[in-house]
Every structure is written in structure tokens, then in C-alpha cells.
Antibody, heavy 117, light 113 residues
Framework: QVQLTESGPGLVHPSETLSLTCTVSGFSLTGYSVYWVRQPSGKGLEWMGR???????SYNSALKSRLSISRDTSKNQVFLKMNSLQTDDTGTYYC???????????WGQGTLVTVSS | DILINQSPASLTVSAGEKVTMSCKSSQSLLYSENNQDYLAWYQQKPGQFPKLLIY???NRHTGVPDRFTGSGSGTDFTLTISSVQAEDLADYYC?????????FGAGTKLELK
């Protein structure tokens, strides 16, 4: 079955770089796109970016200058890197996979990232 | 970017009541090539990841109870819960998947009396 699992450091210091990994199973990264969505604590959902099945990427324009998404298909992993973190980047980060009509049918459990000194 | 206006921000209802919530897009989400709308609804319960309820504006995802109905086309969409149950206490989000960057509504918080 389709599974996505996020991993990364729970705590990042202000101005540092966040590195997260999404490890997938049950499907191929060359057949489906994987997306990153985040949710600041107590707030709504924000679409961050996408790793397309063919290796192309798209980013939220508000985050584009700080964000990079890459992948290792041999390890079934998609990576998110975001620099210059600030306290308002604190929240839960999810990776997802689309289903029909590009809706996010599959989600990881999410990983909580706290930005604090 | 496509803007999504979701309303109301919160709803307080009694079990068994009918509930409707709205999602309005700043541009049409109807893809002319296949005549399909690219609008999804999600339910997020406290401490959980969002779960897909409706895709393509009106199609229930696998396992979603039939008390949840999505409707609308173009720029105006509605999620209806025909008879609210206690387990429906959650935040509800709509999302456009018509064009990048995908965008979410701000959410509707459903609370029970």
C-alpha cells in the first residue's frame, strides 16, 4: 500500500537550514508527483512545492527564494531544504501524493519542526 | 496565484443538523479539456493529518460516508454534511489543484453544541 513517512530534526535554530526527508513506498517516484505541505501551529494548510514524476519542481512563490526540493529515486526519497528559518516557520510539515484530479489522497503523518534558539 | 475564499470560519451545530460550507475561487477551476473541476475538500481532526473527502468537486474519496456531498463548478463550491455526527468535529479545507501553486482555503472549524 501507499505510504509516505517524513523525517528530520525536531528543532532548528533561527537562521539555520531545515532538511527533511520523505520516504515513500508502494509507488514509484518516477510515476507519481510528491508534494510538501506545511501547517503552522494552530493555523491552516500551506502548499510549499512539488517534485514532479519527471524530476521537475514547482514552488510556492512566497517560499521560492528559500526552498529547494530534490529526490533520490533509488532510495525512494524526496528531500526538502529551506534556509533562513524563522520562528514563524514552526509547524508540522507533511509530504503527500496526489490521486485523482490531483487531490492529495495520501499523506504522511507529518513531522513537527520547531524553530527556536 | 489563485485565491480561495472559504466561509464561514467556524460553525457550531447540533448532531443531526445539516451543514453547508462554501469555497469560492478567484478564477474558474473547470478544466475545459475534460470538463472537470479541480477542487478538493479535506477533513482534519485534531492531532491528525488532513484526509481527502472529495475530489473533482463532487466525487467522494474511497470510504467517505455518503452524508458528505460536494457540489458546484467553476468558481463556487459547497461541501454539505447532511446529518452531522459527533465524529465530524474537525477542520475542513478546500484546495484548488487547477494550477500551480496549489492553494488552500483558510478552513472552516466545525464545532458541536
Amino acid at each position: 500500500q501507499v505510504q509516505l513517512t517524513e523525517s528530520g530534526p525536531g528543532l532548528v535554530h533561527p537562521s539555520e537550514t531545515l532538511s527533511l526527508t520523505c520516504t515513500v513506498s508502494g509507488f514509484s517516484l518516477t510515476g507519481y508527483s510528491v508534494y510538501w505541505v506545511r501547517q503552522p501551529s494552530g493555523k491552516g494548510l500551506e502548499w510549499m512545492g512539488r517534485m514532479r514524476y519527471n524530476g521537475d519542481t514547482s514552488y510556492n512563490s512566497a517560499l521560492k527564494s528559500r526552498l529547494s526540493i530534490s529526490r533520490d529515486t533509488s532510495k525512494n526519497q524526496v528531500f526538502l531544504k529551506m534556509n533562513s528559518l524563522q520562528t514563524d516557520d514552526t509547524g508540522t510539515y507533511y509530504c503527500t501524493r496526489e490521486g485523482l484530479r490531483r487531490a492529495f489522497a495520501y499523506w504522511g503523518q507529518g513531522t513537527l519542526v520547531t524553530v527556536s534558539s | 496565484d489563485i485565491l480561495i475564499n472559504q466561509s464561514p470560519a467556524s460553525l457550531t451545530v447540533s448532531a443531526g443538523e445539516k451543514v453547508t460550507m462554501s469555497c469560492k475561487s478567484s478564477q474558474s477551476l473547470l478544466y475545459s479539456e475534460n470538463n472537470q473541476d479541480y477542487l478538493a475538500w479535506y477533513q482534519q481532526k485534531p492531532g491528525q493529518f488532513p484526509k481527502l473527502l472529495i475530489y473533482g468537486a463532487s466525487n467522494r474519496h474511497t470510504g467517505v460516508p455518503d452524508r458528505f456531498t460536494g457540489s458546484g463548478s467553476g468558481t463556487d463550491f459547497t461541501l454539505t454534511i447532511s446529518s452531522v455526527q459527533a465524529e465530524d468535529l474537525a477542520d475542513y479545507y478546500c484546495e484548488q489543484t487547477y494550477s500551480y501553486p496549489y492553494t488552500f482555503g483558510a478552513g472552516t472549524k466545525l464545532e458541536l453544541k
